[in-house]
Every structure is written in structure tokens, then in C-alpha cells.
């Protein structure tokens, strides 16, 4: 422990003015961002200034990381550090603990600066909180030391690494090329951050101990391949069927009945046989005539996704899980053309497995706008020349809905209508180095001081999954239209 204590001190400092430069990123982009935020009135320079601070703060990061590895080269055999006592456990500790002191703990203190700042605890939406951290240690952290770990000065970890993205973007950009409608299978942040960090830790801490660089370089490269085949197979469903009773075990046939399918008799109406995703051209949709009948009135589905087996005069074929258009009368599929074409003018036997989430509203929170007013998922909402801005922390695992009724007084010399709204707000996880989530409410009528608001928070989503099987049925004749 004294020897991890001696270099992490070593390093501090040998690298005070890197860490100085690091601080002062840090505090210009906890002071220039919010200023760029909806509601304020930033100079014309400011958004700018905020996106050259990202990038400057990113390759202060990858500057700060590589330099401490670099300060005990782990490449060659004339450093200073190996005729001394040194032992790897210790060295590669004394590393850590300086990414996490020096790199990591001001970043999380600059973003819950900013969460004060917007009046936001970052602590309520601890799930994003942790997800946005977890990706930050994983990705620019991990991956930097490791890189930083088997190059021998900053050019080579900047070349290393700029080759290794130009392979994994280029290689990823044609793996995921025609792919775009298909399901993201459960557990994935969960399978690849567990996966592949146990992977980057095995091989950087490999390399502390052994030093035998080519080996960590191939092996490097055989991680940037293997990870493009779990791409391939898991996040793209090459793995076929054990992915598929996978997606199964996570979405249960509800076992009283209910939700259910429902076949209807007559054509899909003329105004809901369009084109309500954007196709790729070798692809065309089928919209069959059925329904969802059993989910309580107030439930909202999400993420419906559909695997359909097809069977006719010894021709069969099955779709991956892919995303699906559901409207009230129809729910429709994508095909490949020259799939479609085999089986348009025959009878065919359709097998329908159809998953979904459904969220029932978990708060309901009455508000009346004014200047500063309480918004959904414990956010914070201004009201901006009669548009409200919402604020929150990190991102929403789960929509809200919001309703605007009418005021009890004419605003601006008009009276908006009774009611507007019917919209979801919904944000996916990532590594944001701004943590606050601005979002104006697109109502699209103005929103007056003392107006009534509902949000509902939705929550607790059931994953369920509905099965149907249609003995016969011509899909040529349930080709969308454009």
C-alpha cells in the first residue's frame, strides 16, 4: 500500500500542470454550457466555444491517462522504474487510483456542479447517473490505459488508436449495414460492458505483469474482432436460435390471456395501408388485419418487435426479431423483396410471436405553469416567452406524458384550445459529459403563466409476449402501399 501511495503521488506531481489544464477544462465547461441551455441567451460564439470544449476535454482526458502510464512505461527494457523494487500489483494500482482521483472524480463533480446549477439531484435518477459512469470508466478510461499500456509516447497511443477506430468503423459500418430495423436483444449493455471489460482488465493487467507487447497488441486486435462478431451475432441475432428462446425467457406469455391477438376479417383500411417506417429498398412491408385486445385502458405499449415464420408447398422462412408499426386495425412486418415475391400468390401459414412493454402511469403530477415550475421525473420545467423548457438529469428511462388545458383567462389576447398534448418523451442512454437533459415540450400551442399541466410518468414496464397463427392467408394481398 505504500508503494501504491509513493507512485500515485509520483505522478501527481509529475503531471500538476496537466492536471491544472484538465481543472480548468473542466470549470469552462461547467461554467460555458449552461449558458447555452434553452432559456438563455448565449452569444453567437458560445455553442461554438461548448463543442471545441468537448473535444479539447476528451483529448485532455486521453492526454492525462496516457502520460501516467507513460510516466512507468510498461514498453522496452531501459526504464528507470524496473531496476527499482517495484511490483506490478502495485504499479498498476497506483495507475488506477490515479484515473479514478484525478480523471474521473473532477468529471463527476463537474457534472453534479451542473446538476446543481439547473436545480436537479443527481442522486434521483440514479440509474442514469450510474449507467452514463459505468460507459465513461469502460470506454475512454479503461480502453485509454490499456492502449496507453503497450505504446511507447503519445504520438504511437494516438496513432494506435485512431487506426484501431478507423477498423472498427469501417468493419462495424458493413456488419450493420441492412440491419437497421432489428431488436436490440435484452441484456445487451449489461453482456457487452461485462464481457468486454473483464476482457480489457485481463489483457492490461496481463501486459503490467508479463510486458511482452506484441502478444497485448494481436491480442488487442483479436478483442476488436471478437467484439465484432458478438455485434454480428448477438446485437444482430446471427446467433439465431439460442438469442431467440433468450428473447423468449425475457417476454412471457401472459398466463391469464390477456393481452391478446385478434385476427381481424376485413382488409386493412386504405389510410393505414402507408409506409409508417423508413424501408430499406430491398425490403417491402406486410400489414396484416389484426389487433391487441385485453390492455387495461390506460397502459402505453413500447418497443413492439415481431419474429414471423412463414410456410407454404415446402418453402419456409423466418424473420430475426425486428421492429414492427402497430396501429388499431393493423400490425405490419417487414420482408426481403425476393422473400415476399416467393410467397405473395400462395397460401401461406403464418406464425406471429409479437413482444412488447407495457407501461401504466406510475405519477401523476397537476402543475401550474409559471416561471419556474416542478416538471416530470423529478426535473425542474421554465416557462420562456410561452414555451415551457423542461429540465432533468442524465436521461429518461421511461416516457412521460404531457397535457395542457386550457387557461383560466384569455393569454396574449387569445384563448388556446381545451387540450393539447399526447406525447411520450423518451431518451436513450449514452455518455453525456453534459448531464443535463434540456427538453422543450412540443405542444404546439403557446403555454400561458397559470395554464394547467398533467405529466404522467410512466413505469414498471411488463414485458409480455402474444403468439397467433393464421392457418392461410395471402401476403400479397396485405402489401403496404406507398
Known amino acids: 500500500m505504500k508503494q501504491v501511495r509513493l507512485i500515485f503521488w509520483k505522478d501527481v506531481r509529475h503531471l500538476q500542470w496537466h492536471l491544472c489544464v484538465y481543472a480548468a477544462l473542466l470549470a469552462a465547461f461547467a461554467w460555458i454550457s449552461p449558458q447555452t441551455w434553452p432559456g438563455s441567451t448565449p452569444a453567437s460564439f458560445l455553442p461554438i466555444f461548448a463543442t471545441l470544449l468537448k473535444v479539447l476535454l476528451m ?4 492526454v492525462l491517462i496516457t502520460s501516467a502510464i507513460h510516466a512507468d512505461r510498461i514498453v522496452g527494457e531501459e526504464q528507470f522504474w524496473i531496476t527499482r523494487p517495484y511490483d506490478w500489483q502495485a504499479l498498476l494500482a497506483a495507475k488506477f487510483l490515479f484515473v479514478l482521483t484525478c480523471v474521473v472524480l473532477p468529471y463527476v463533480l463537474m457534472q453534479w456542479s451542473m446538476l446543481y446549477f439547473a436545480g436537479l439531484n443527481p442522486f434521483a435518477a440514479k440509474m442514469g447517473m450510474d449507467s452514463s459512469l459505468l460507459r465513461f470508466a469502460l ?21 494506435f488508436v485512431t487506426a484501431l477506430l478507423l477498423a472498427w468503423a469501417a468493419l462495424l459500418q458493413f456488419i450493420l449495414s441492412g440491419t437497421e430495423l432489428r431488436m436490440s436483444p435484452p441484456y445487451e449493455f449489461q453482456v457487452f460492458g461485462a464481457l468486454f471489460g473483464i476482457l480489457l482488465l485481463a489483457l492490461l493487467s496481463y501486459q503490467f505483469a508479463r510486458r511482452r507487447t506484441a502478444h497485448s497488441r494481436i491480442a488487442i486486435v483479436a478483442t476488436l474482432a471478437l467484439f465484432l462478431l458478438f455485434v454480428f451475432g448477438y446485437d444482430k441475432q446471427g446467433f439465431g436460435a439460442p438469442l431467440r428462446q433468450l428473447i423468449r425467457n425475457r417476454y412471457q406469455v401472459p398466463s391469464n390471456g390477456s393481452p ?46 415481431v419474429a414471423v415464420t412463414l410456410t407454404s408447398n415446402g418453402m419456409h422462412y423466418a424473420t430475426p426479431w425486428e421492429k414492427a408499426s402497430v396501429t388499431g386495425n393493423a400490425i405490419g412486418f417487414s420482408l426481403p423483396k425476393k422473400i415476399f415475391d416467393r410467397f405473395a400468390s400462395a397460401e401461406t401459414a403464418v ?54 388545458f386550457a387557461p383560466p383567462a384569455p393569454c396574449r389576447g387569445q384563448t388556446p384550445p381545451g387540450t393539447a398534448g399526447g406525447w411520450l418523451l423518451q431518451f436513450p442512454p449514452g455518455i453525456r459529459i453534459d448531464p443535463v437533459v434540456n427538453q422543450i415540450l412540443p405542444l404546439h400551442e403557446m403555454i400561458c403563466a397559470s395554464q394547467p399541466l398533467t405529466f404522467t410518468e410512466y413505469g414498471s414496464p411488463q414485458r409480455f409476449r402474444l403468439i397467433l397463427d393464421i392457418p392461410s392467408v395471402k401476403l400479397g394481398d396485405y402489401l403496404a402501399s406507398d
Not at 470506454?139 to 496513432?159: D, H, K, N
Not at 406486410?286 to 418487435?305: F, Q, S, T, W, Y
Not at 410471436?353 to 403530477?365: D, K, N, Y
Not at 426535473?379 to 410561452?386: N, Y
Request: aromatic share 6%.
Open 59 to 62: 483529448a485532455s482526458q486521453f
Open 351 to 404: 406464425h406471429l410471436e409479437l413482444i412488447a412493454e407495457a407501461m401504466r402511469p406510475s405519477r401523476v403530477q397537476r402543475v401550474l405553469a409559471s416561471d419556474e415550475f416542478p416538471g416530470p421525473m423529478d426535473g425542474s420545467c421554465l416557462l420562456i416567452k410561452a414555451t415551457a423548457v423542461c429540465r432533468f438529469a442524465y436521461q429518461a428511462e421511461t416516457p412521460s406524458h404531457v397535457e395542457a
Open 260 to 305: 391478446h391477438l385478434v385476427l381481424g376479417s376485413s382488409p386493412v383500411p386504405y389510410e393505414e395501408r402507408g409506409r409508417d417506417l423508413q424501408y430499406l429498398q430491398s425490403l417491402v412491408e406486410v400489414k396484416l388485419p389484426m389487433r391487441m385486445e385485453g390492455l387495461p385502458p390506460d397502459a402505453r405499449i413500447r418497443e413492439v418487435n
Open 139 to 159: 470506454v475512454p478510461c479503461l480502453l485509454t490505459m490499456l492502449i496507453a499500456s503497450v505504446t511507447e509516447s503519445l504520438a504511437m497511443a494516438f496513432t
